[in-house]
C-alpha cells in the first residue's frame, strides 16, 4: 500500500519560512520523481517543485529563489524549504511520487500552509 505523508504545513507571517516534508512508503522510492504542488482556495492544483531520481530539479517560475526541493533517500522523505512567504503561497500543499514508464502516479492528502499577519 502507497503512502505519501505530508507534515510542516501551519501559520507564518508573510516573510517567515516553512519546511514541509513528505515521508513515503510503499514504492521504490529512490526511482520515483517527487514534487510538490499546491492548491490555494477558488484555484487549480499547480506544480510548485519537483526532483527526480537523479536530484534534478524544477521550480515555478513564481518559487524561484525561495523554495527549495530536496530529497532524502535513505529515509524516504523529500522536503520543501519554504522561505520569504508570501500571502499569495497560501494553499494546500501536496506531495506527488510518479514514476510514468510504469504509469505510476500517487499523491498524499496534503497539508495547509496559511500566510497571514
Known amino acids: 500500500q502507497v503512502q505519501l505523508v505530508e507534515s510542516g504545513g501551519g501559520l507564518v507571517q508573510p516573510g517567515g519560512s516553512l519546511r514541509l516534508s513528505c515521508a513515503a512508503s510503499?514504492?521504490?522510492?529512490?526511482?520515483?520523481?517527487m514534487g510538490w504542488y499546491r492548491q490555494a482556495p477558488g484555484k487549480q492544483r499547480e506544480l510548485v517543485a519537483t526532483?527526480?531520481?537523479?536530484?534534478?530539479?524544477n521550480y515555478a517560475d513564481s518559487v524561484k529563489g525561495r523554495f527549495t526541493i530536496s530529497r532524502d533517500n535513505a529515509q524516504n522523505t523529500v522536503y520543501l524549504q519554504i522561505n520569504s512567504l508570501k500571502p499569495e503561497d497560501t494553499g494546500v500543499y501536496y506531495c506527488?511520487?510518479?514514476?510514468?514508464?510504469?504509469?505510476?502516479?500517487?499523491w498524499g492528502q496534503g497539508t495547509q500552509v496559511t500566510v497571514s499577519s
Open positions: 506527488n511520487a510518479a514514476f510514468p514508464l510504469r504509469g505510476a502516479n500517487y
Open positions: 510503499g514504492i521504490n522510492f529512490r526511482i520515483f520523481t
Open positions: 526532483i527526480t531520481s537523479g536530484s534534478s530539479t
